[in-house]
């Protein structure tokens, strides 16, 4: 079992800049592909971001492209979601994610790992 834990979230005034993290307290991230997801009210999660366990492929979804960065630190057992220009759609809870295939991972259902979120309030 991993446990995932997510952090950064917070209130922010549109066109500002957050930085999530996730971090897995005593294990290895080395051997998981990461991924961020979110789920807005009323809606289904969805895809946000996703790296491959070495950091060398990345993936985005069209609406956060240019304006999201994903990143890892496998020393320190944590995965980064970088977020600027906000905008008010970005308003979500935040899931990090962890699978054992270690490609670009993109379908949630092959996610392993889920953390608990983090909410992202974006206001305009």
């Known amino acids: 079992q991993v446990q995932l834990v997510e952090s950064g979230g917070g209130l922010v005034q549109a066109g500002g800049s957050l930085r999530l993290s996730c971090a897995a307290p005593?294990?290895?991230?080395?051997?998981?592909?990461m991924g961020w997801f979110r789920q807005a009210p009323g809606k289904e999660r969805e895809f946000v971001a996703a790296i491959s366990w070495s950091g060398g492929n990345t993936y985005y979804a069209d609406s956060v492209k240019g304006r999201f960065t994903i990143s890892r630190a496998n020393a320190k057992n944590t995965v980064y979601l970088q977020m600027n220009s906000l905008k008010p759609e970005d308003t979500a809870v935040y899931y990090c994610?962890?699978?054992?295939?270690?490609?670009?991972?993109?379908?949630?259902?092959?996610?392993?790992?889920w953390g608990q979120g983090t909410q992202v309030t974006v206001s305009s």
């Open positions: 994610a962890a699978s054992v295939i270690l490609k670009v991972v993109l379908i949630e259902k092959e996610y392993d790992y």
């Open positions: 005593g294990r290895t991230f080395g051997g998981y592909a």
